[in-house]
Nanobody, 116 residues
Framework: QVQLVESGGGLVQAGGTLRLSCAAS????????MGWYRQVPGKQRELVAV???????NYADSVKGRFTISRDNAKNTVFLQMNSLKPEDTAVYYC??????????WGQGTQVTVSS
C-alpha cells in the first residue's frame, strides 16, 4: 500500500556533498513522520534525521550542522542534504514512513560511500 524509493546515493570524496531523495506513494498523510536511517554491516540501524508533517526536525549528534532533512508534501518526497561528508558516514541509507498504529514502512536503501 505504501512504497518508498530512495535515490541519490553514490561514491564521494571526504568533504563532498550528496543529496538523497525518497519518493513515497500510496496511503500517505501530511502529518506522518518521515525519517532517514543508516546501517553499516554488522551494526544496528540508526536514526539519522526525522521530520514531522509540520516541519519539525531532529538529528543525530553526529550529523548536526552537516545534514538537513526536508520534505515536499505536495510531491510526497523527503530529502536529505548531506554536506561535509566523512568516511564514517558510509552506510546504506533507508527512508522510513511512520503511520503510527497503521504501520511503519521502509525503502530498499541507497548506498553512500565516502572515501578518505
Amino acid at each position: 500500500q505504501v512504497q518508498l524509493v530512495e535515490s541519490g546515493g553514490g561514491l564521494v570524496q571526504a568533504g563532498g556533498t550528496l543529496r538523497l531523495s525518497c519518493a513515497a506513494s500510496g496511503s500517505i498523510s501530511w502529518f506522518n513522520f518521515m525519517g532517514w536511517y543508516r546501517q553499516v554491516p554488522g551494526k544496528q540501524r540508526e536514526l539519522v534525521a526525522v521530520i514531522t508533517g509540520g516541519g519539525t526536525t531532529n538529528y543525530a549528534d553526529s550529523v548536526k550542522g552537516r545534514f538537513t532533512i526536508s520534505r515536499d508534501n505536495a510531491k510526497n518526497t523527503v530529502f536529505l542534504q548531506m554536506n561535509s561528508l566523512k568516511p564514517e558516514d558510509t552506510a546504506v541509507y533507508y527512508c522510513n514512513l511512520n503511520r503510527g498504529n497503521t504501520g511503519s514502512f521502509w525503502g530498499q536503501g541507497t548506498q553512500v560511500t565516502v572515501s578518505s
